[in-house]
T-cell receptor
């Protein structure tokens, strides 16, 4: 079974703190994604990576950065957390094989910024 | 503008009944159409993926249909169970990396 593991289920941080959200997948997938999910909105893509050290901005990259030093690990960084970054953060991975790769999601990290 | 719209926003049904969820999409260029199930507090789980040439696909009691002409998809759930209570998300895929998510239909199955 594919497993996508997010390091924290719940996180509480203060405004201005630097926050790291970690994601690890165990299926040697090329693609990894970071989304945020807010009530009444669909999942919105923050960043994705299609290879080690490669990254592309998604729809809402402002205030975020990412790091992918190893194929299995994709980190989301909030440089200076703000209250409007309070959200559910979901990591996903997929394979290019077959062209219609299934996205596998982690359980999510619910981040509260106070 | 790429977008995916789902209806209804929420739905309550009795256990054992069938239901159908709707999805209208505007995605270009279109690659495929996906349905996910998301339990409360969990990440989405893939149910079906349909390409342009497929018009129906089943996964157990879940059957998805796709009409590429009208750009509509539906997810039919047969003989619902309490464990079907979840949000169901329709996703249009454009190219290899672009996923356009709907806001979901929240389904509640009552005993």
């Amino acid at each position: 079974d594919v497993k996508v593991t997010q390091s924290s289920r719940y996180l509480v941080k203060r405004t201005g703190e630097k926050v790291f959200l970690e994601c690890v997948q165990d299926m040697d997938h090329e693609n990894m994604f970071w989304y945020r999910q807010d009530p009444g909105l669909g999942l919105r893509l923050i960043y994705f990576s299609y290879d080690v050290k490669m990254k592309e901005k998604g729809d809402i990259p402002e205030g975020y950065s990412v790091s992918r030093e190893k194929k299995e690990r994709f980190s989301l960084i909030l440089e200076s957390a703000s209250t409007n970054q309070t959200s559910m953060y979901l990591c996903a991975s997929s394979s290019l094989a077959g062209g219609v790769g299934i996205q596998y999601f982690g359980a999510g990290t619910r981040l509260s910024v106070l | 503008k790429n977008q995916v719209e789902q209806s209804p926003q929420s739905l309550i049904i009795l256990e054992g009944k069938n239901c159908t969820l709707q999805c209208n999409y505007t995605v270009s260029p279109f690659s495929n159409l996906r349905w996910y199930k998301q339990d409360t507090g969990r990440g989405p789980v893939s149910l079906t993926i349909m390409t342009f040439s497929e018009n129906t696909k089943s996964n157990g009691r879940y059957t998805a249909t796709l009409d590429a002409d009208t750009k509509q998809s539906s997810l039919h759930i047969t003989a619902s169970q309490l464990s079907d209570s979840a949000s169901y998300i329709c996703v249009g895929t454009s190219g290899t990396y672009k996923y356009i998510f709907g806001t979901g239909t929240r389904l509640k199955v009552l005993a």
